[in-house]
């Protein structure tokens, strides 16, 4: 259980994470139990723990939390899980997350090489927050390694939170090059300047502060999320793109950026279930639409966790009305 039992834990909590690994159903038929004692709302999620005893035994949590045992290293995993996934999974190599049952036969070199990519990839479509995000986060981050991510790091904890982007060439070993490719990646909340907490590299600030003055707006709209409207403002880019002195398309990205300011891609993906009771197989009747996680898929289907204390199995017959060779497509 990633919540501590404690009952004044509950007045400032609202969701549990549960890990999905051994014991999982036994611990949730407690958590509803438990529940139903407490006159709060409080709903409680199933998380994937694959990785969190190998992250809860590595070098990293004892340093993370030198006074916690393994057990409540794993449980603090889970919890972090819930809160912002990307930045707790990339602490542990990605083989352990479980990447498939073949792994190990294939060639492990270009196997870390394509993980690593596609983590780095993640990491960079969503961005970082500067001033919250860990080393391990950083690292991933393109144009910085680990001993410059642990500069930031070092550099944060000496003289406080970042205010604004420019402030990274303060850090030691920052050179112009490592700037230039890992600015654009960075956010600062609440920062400065209004643009830092954008995906715009501060190259093109001076043109992004051109076109808000050209279109009526100011810095401070971005924040305040006023800008919805401003490619409607916009008749012809190409033509503005040349009196700002940039290309079309970067003026394209500019503009979509500043209408949705931080916009994470992860907003488009399902939510996590979200449950206040767990449901017995003798609940279940036949005509019944359930809510589920997929947790296994085969050749034959997909086992799908709707709660019970089996999966439910949704043959590859049922699954789409035309035909397919396999669960994947």
């Known amino acids: 259980l990633a919540s501590s039992a404690a009952s004044d834990v509950y007045k400032r909590q609202t969701l549990i994470s549960v890990g999905n690994g051994t014991a999982s159903r036994e611990s949730e038929q407690f958590i509803v139990e438990l529940l139903k004692e407490i006159p709060q709302k409080v709903q409680y999620v199933i998380v994937n723990e694959a990785g969190a005893s190998v992250y809860s035994a590595s070098k990293l949590a004892s340093e993370e939390f030198p006074k916690f045992d393994v057990g409540q290293r794993s449980a ?3 919890a972090r899980r819930l809160q912002d996934p990307l930045a707790e999974l990339v602490k542990i190599d990605p083989k352990s ?5 073949y792994q190990h036969d294939v060639d492990q070199t270009k196997l870390r090489e394509t993980l690593n990519r596609t983590v780095e990839s993640c990491v960079n ?3 970082v927050n500067l001033n919250t995000a860990s080393c391990q986060l950083l690292t991933y981050v393109s ?8 500069n930031i790091v070092d550099y944060r904890a000496e003289n406080g939170p970042f205010p604004t982007r420019r402030d990274l060439m303060k850090v030691k070993r920052m050179g112009a090059k490592a ?8 956010r600062i909340q609440n920062g400065t300047n209004p643009l ?3 995906s715009v ?3 093109s600030y001076e043109a992004a502060g051109k076109l808000l003055e050209k279109q009526g707006f100011k810095p401070e709209d971005i924040a305040g999320g006023k800008l919805a409207g401003l490619s ?3 008749k012809d880019y190409k033509k503005l793109a040349e009196e700002l002195g940039i290309g079309e398309i970067t003026l394209r990205d500019i503009v979509k950026e500043l209408e949705k300011p931080a916009r994470d891609p992860r907003d488009e993906m399902p939510k996590p279930v979200l449950r206040t009771d767990v449901l017995d197989m003798k609940d279940l009747k036949e005509g019944m639409i359930l809510k589920g996680t997929v947790r296994n898929v085969i050749d034959f289907g997909a086992f799908v966790d709707i709660g019970v204390h089996q999966d439910g199995l949704v043959h590859i017959s049922e699954m789409t009305e035309r035909y397919i060779k396999h669960p994947l497509e």
């Open 76 to 78: 603090t995993s889970i």
């Open 97 to 101: 997350i479980g990447v498939g049952q």
């Open 125 to 127: 479509a969503v961005g």
């Open 143 to 150: 144009g910085l390694g680990p001993q410059l991510a642990q």
């Open 179 to 186: 700037f230039e490719q890992c600015a654009g990646f960075m």
């Open 196 to 198: 830092d907490g954008t």
């Open 201 to 203: 590299h501060p190259e």
């Open 232 to 234: 409607l403002t916009i």
